[in-house]
T-cell receptor, first 115, second 112 residues
Framework: AQKVTQAQTEISVVEKEDVTLDCVYETRDTTYYLFWYKQPPSGELVFLIRRNSFDEQNEISGRYSWNFQKSTSSFNFTITASQVVDSAVYFCALSEAVGDDKIIFGKGTRLHILP | DVKVTQSSRYLVKRTGEKVFLECVQDMDHENMFWYRQDPGLGLRLIYFSYDVKMKEKGDIPEGYSVSREKKERFSLILESASTNQTSMYLC???????????FGSGTQLSVL
């Protein structure tokens, strides 16, 4: 069975600090996708990244970076030099890559960036 | 601009009422999903549909049904609403190549 665990329920950091959000997943499939979504206070979920199971290269997009490690079944998300606008709930998600299948979300991590 | 539209942002219903939550997408996506979001529980999948008239149960289908008569519309039905169905309901769609989900802005349902 698929499972996504985000152990950090809530994190608070001061603006300009770096922060890492953890995501650990379980799946028996060898081919799968991992996602991160952001839910700002306005409520609408916004896609951040998709990574397939064959691509373990780390990804950087501006202040955001993602570290995918199959050996530890983790897909962690780091925000560098955090800003108040980064305050949101962040969700990690997992989906099989083959066929029409469901997408399983973690419980989310609420991130507070304090000015 | 691509869009997933949920018919109501806020809805208040009475226990025992039949409730319809509507979702429409304009991207010609094959797959559509209904999630509910509750504090501390994240997003939980209720039902999903991978094609017209096709549906699959998610993790928490009890008390819900769905309808997909047209590709662009996916309806969630609460046959007899109960107070434990008070929640934020999120609709989403995607293409079959497992690209990203597009989400609607959600319907906050309160059952009194």
């Amino acid at each position: 069975a698929q499972k996504v665990t985000q152990a950090q329920t809530e994190i608070s950091v001061v603006e300009k600090e770096d922060v890492t959000l953890d995501c650990v997943y379980e799946t028996r499939d060898t081919t799968y996708y991992l996602f991160w979504y952001k839910q700002p206070p306005s409520g609408e979920l916004v896609f951040l990244i998709r990574r397939n199971s064959f691509d373990e290269q780390n990804e950087i997009s501006g202040r955001y970076s993602w570290n995918f490690q199959k050996s530890t079944s983790s897909f962690n998300f780091t925000i560098t030099a955090s800003q108040v606008v980064d305050s949101a709930v962040y969700f990690c998600a997992l989906s099989e890559a083959v066929g029409d299948d469901k997408i399983i979300f973690g419980k989310g991590t609420r991130l507070h960036i304090l000015p | 601009d691509v869009k997933v539209t949920q018919s109501s942002r806020y809805l208040v219903k009475r226990t025992g009422e039949k409730v319809f939550l509507e979702c429409v997408q304009d991207m010609d996506h094959e797959n559509m999903f209904w999630y509910r979001q509750d504090p501390g529980l994240g997003l939980r999948l209720i039902y999903f549909s991978y094609d017209v008239k096709m549906k699959e149960k998610g993790d928490i289908p009890e008390g819900y049904s769905v309808s997909r008569e047209k590709k662009e519309r996916f309806s969630l039905i609460l046959e007899s609403a109960s107070t434990n169905q008070t929640s934020m309901y999120l609709c989403a769609s995607r293409t079959v190549d497992n690209e990203k989900l597009f989400f609607g802005s959600g319907t906050q349902l309160s059952v009194l």
